[in-house]
Every structure is written in C-alpha cells, then in structure tokens.
C-alpha cells in the first residue's frame, strides 16, 4: 500500500509519496555535486549544483541562505514552459511548483521547501535524486566526494 500525502512547501502544492524505494542510480561519468559559499556581505549564501567541472553543463541546482531552512531548486537552459518538478530520493518524493523566466536562457526556480523536510532530508542521507522535467528524467548520483558537499549543503541550509 502507497502513502501519498499533500503537503504545502512554502506556498508550493507538494506530492510526497511513501512506500516505494528506489535504489541508487550508477554515478553519470563526469557529474558529481559540488558545493560554493558565497560569504561576502553580512548573509551568507550557497549553491549545490549537480554538475560537470568546468563547464555549464548544470541540469540542477539548490541555493539557500545559512541557517534559512530555505532551499530553492533551479534550472537553468530547460524547457521556457516549465512550471513544475518532480524530485525523489529512496522512499520520498516531492513535486515543486515554480516558475520559468525565458530572457536568453530560461530559467525555472521552484518554490522553497524547508532544508529539514523529509525529501530534502532523505537526499542528504542518500546521495543521490532522480528528477523528472517535462517527462524527462535524470538521476543525478554522487561520488564520495559529492555526498560531502550535500551533507555539508544541507547543514549550511538547516542552520
């Protein structure tokens, strides 16, 4: 039997769905999660980014602030129509509402979700997330290194 639950995320409807585990996804050549802080000025800020060093090559991206338990999920360069996400993690699942801004390159960032809530919990505790965009899924699987920098993201976040 499936739990499924409505949850409201910072204003955003979010689908959590239970009961259904999905092992981990192999690591994606060349991809890992990589953390940067931006400490200039009196609030400090952060990004994780599912990426590929040295290029722009960035299918996903948390910001928050330090201690906020704010986390922003964003892409950069998908679809300009894109209003929604879908991201899971072993046992949890979330949709994200958001919004698209199509200057040069479209920019879609989702409504926040806590840094302590139980997809974003389960993310840091896993290492890895599958997202679904306009019905195309990634999974975005780190290397050791990379569950490092969520690990650290998520306790910047959760203060």
């Given at each position: 039997m499936?739990k499924?639950?409505?949850?409201?995320?910072?204003?955003?409807l979010?689908?959590?769905?239970?009961g259904?585990?999905?092992?981990?996804p192999?690591?994606?050549?060349?991809?890992d999660?990589?953390?940067?802080?931006?400490?200039?000025g009196?609030?400090?800020?952060?990004?994780?980014?599912?990426?590929?060093?040295?290029?722009?090559?960035?299918?996903?991206?948390f910001?928050?602030?330090?201690?906020?338990?704010?986390?922003?999920?964003?892409?950069?360069?998908?679809?300009?129509?894109?209003?929604?996400?879908?991201?899971?993690?072993?046992?949890?699942?979330?949709?994200l509402?958001?919004?698209?801004e199509?200057?040069?390159?479209?920019?879609f960032?989702?409504?926040?979700?806590?840094?302590?809530?139980?997809?974003?919990?389960?993310?840091?505790?896993?290492?890895?997330?599958?997202?679904?965009?306009?019905?195309?899924?990634?999974?975005?699987?780190?290397?050791?290194?990379?569950?490092q920098?969520?690990?650290?993201?998520a306790?910047f976040?959760?203060?």
């Amino acid at each position: 039997m499936m739990k499924r639950m409505m949850v409201s995320v910072g204003g955003a409807l979010a689908l959590v769905i239970g009961g259904s585990a999905i092992a981990a996804p192999a690591v994606n050549d060349g991809y890992d999660w990589a953390m940067r802080v931006n400490d200039e000025g009196p609030v400090h800020d952060a990004i994780l980014a599912y990426e590929v060093d040295g290029t722009d090559d960035q299918p996903l991206n948390f910001t928050c602030e330090e201690s906020g338990d704010r986390v922003f999920a964003g892409i950069s360069g998908g679809a300009p129509d894109l209003t929604a996400i879908t991201l899971e993690s072993g046992d949890q699942r979330v949709r994200l509402t958001g919004t698209t801004e199509a200057d040069e390159i479209p920019t879609f960032t989702a409504q926040e979700m806590p840094a302590t809530f139980p997809f974003f919990r389960a993310f840091a505790a896993n290492g890895w997330l599958r997202m679904t965009a306009n019905g195309d899924t990634v999974d975005m699987t780190a290397t050791p290194r990379g569950k490092q920098a969520i690990a650290r993201f998520a306790a910047f976040c959760a203060g």
